[in-house]
């Protein structure tokens, strides 16, 4: 659980780091390949390129292009049409994939956690009732992609670990990671990148090297490592943990505002959704 915590504020800061100093003004392709590379060059020493069963490269990998190439470069276009608020509540969908992509590892049905993904969409409807339109749509359809992506990811790589276990320490596999992260990021830097948006100052660049080391090397390592410790319940919660420390540091440090009253009745009503999701969990383990 130590792990997850200490991923979890470094991510919060991170959502507002994107929203402040790189989302629209470097290129998210390359924003992205850079954490990828950086992250990856971390990790190369360590690698061992035998002596792994070949399921557990290619799961890892698999993870890698899930959890890190497919949700960030969906990730960072949503926050061209959201605010970073909005950016940390809608992950709060997360929890309710995991759960549901858990129960189909399991070949099990969850009609609880169908409903509660109907409050949460609720929930974040209230938030942006009056402001409706095809740019939010947009950025939300984005997020929610990037949530399955994400939940995808973590539930698979939990499962690998558990079919496919080695006596390597985790280090001597988790590169391939990175290598699955790039398979993605580099093509779509080189068909999609815009290289006349590439980072301008130091700060910009000081922004992406935190990204690469702390937030990516760092963070995907432990989080997958704290994953594969827990039960998807406590999991999906733990997805949730970093939106109001991402809310608090945005609106404390950068003095943002947003509209209070509205964002505590459609984020309870995302929290409703998800203890419905952890309650049936807990039903069911204790069947």
């Known amino acids: 659980m130590r792990y997850l915590v200490i991923v979890t504020l470094i991510w919060a800061l991170s959502f507002s780091l994107i929203g402040e100093y790189l989302a629209g003004r470097v290129d998210s392709d390359f924003a992205v390949l850079t954490r990828v590379l950086i992250a990856g060059a971390v990790f190369l020493p360590f690698t ?11 799961g890892t990998m698999a993870a890698g292009a899930l ?15 959201l605010t970073v608020a909005e950016v940390l509540l809608f992950t709060i969908f997360t ?13 099990r049905f969850n009609a ?14 209230v938030i942006r009732y009056n402001g409706i339109a095809g740019d ?6 984005l997020l929610q992609l990037a949530n399955f992506s994400f939940a995808l990811g973590q539930v698979g790589y939990k499962h690998l670990v558990q079919r496919y276990p080695t006596a390597q320490p985790a280090t001597a596999s988790f590169g391939w990671f990175f290598a699955g992260a790039l398979l993605i990021a580099l093509p779509s830097f080189l068909l999609f990148g815009n290289p006349a948006k590439l980072p301008a ?3 910009q660049w ?21 994953a594969t410790l827990l039960d998807a319940g406590t999991l999906g919660a733990m997805n949730n943990m970093h939106i109001p420390t991402g809310i608090a540091l945005n609106m404390l440090i950068w003095q943002h505002h947003a509209d209070v009253p509205r ?11 998800v203890w419905l999701n952890q309650r049936w969990q807990r039903q069911h383990k204790g069947r």
């Open 67 to 81: 959890q890190f190439g497919i949700t960030y470069l969906l990730l960072y276009r949503a926050f061209h049409h």
């Open 201 to 203: 100052t130091t700060l």
């Open 136 to 141: 939010f749509l947009n950025g939300f359809l």
């Open 206 to 226: 000081s922004v992406l090297a935190y990204m690469g080391l702390a937030s990516s090397a760092l963070g995907f390592y432990w989080w997958n490592k704290g």
């Open 95 to 107: 929890p309710i994939f995991i759960t549901l992509l858990d129960d189909a590892f399991a070949r």
């Open 48 to 58: 061992r390129w035998r002596g792994l069963p070949w399921q557990r490269i290619a």
């Open 263 to 273: 964002l505590l009745l459609g984020g309870g009503l995302m929290l409703l959704a």
């Open 112 to 125: 609880l956690a169908s409903v509660a993904a109907l409050l949460a969409i609720a929930g974040s409807l």
